[in-house]
Nanobody, 126 residues
Framework: QVQLVESGGGSVQAGGALRLSCAVS????????MGWFRQAPGKEREGVAS???????TYADSVKGRFTISQDNGKNTLYLQMSSLKPEDTAMYYC????????????????????WGQGTQVTVSA
């Protein structure tokens, strides 16, 4: 059974940094597509960053230049390095993965991912 477990969330002040990790088990890593999503209270889940075949990255405009997605195949782990954090980055962050080999689907669309973690909370104070 595929499991994604996020860690690394916490509370930081604006301008600070955090690195989120997503440990993958139950599947022969790597997935074809992996990503990070976030959901703030009262808002819809939004795609933050995705990684296709471990090389092609896509970022939401709101995080470009501040967040970096990467993966370590040897550790079966996906990362999200976040810097210059802003209060509007406050949300529950979710790791997602998919093994379907498909083209032409939205890289940051929630429907493009089958497997999801339980989330890790990130809180940024002004």
């Amino acid at each position: 059974q595929v499991q994604l477990v996020e860690s690394g969330g916490g509370s930081v002040q604006a301008g600070g940094a955090l690195r989120l990790s997503c440990a993958v088990s139950g599947y022969l890593y790597p997935f074809y597509r992996m990503g990070w999503f976030r959901q703030a209270p009262g808002k819809e889940r939004e795609g933050v960053a995705s990684l296709l075949r471990g090389t092609l990255s896509t970022y939401a405009d709101s995080v470009k230049g501040r967040f970096t997605i990467s993966q370590d195949n040897g550790k079966n782990t996906l990362y999200l390095q976040m810097s210059s954090l802003k209060p509007e980055d406050t949300a529950m962050y979710y790791c997602a993965a998919d093994r379907r080999v498909m083209s032409g689907i939205p890289p940051l669309g929630a429907g493009s991912f089958t497997y999801w973690g339980q989330g890790t909370q990130v809180t940024v104070s002004a």
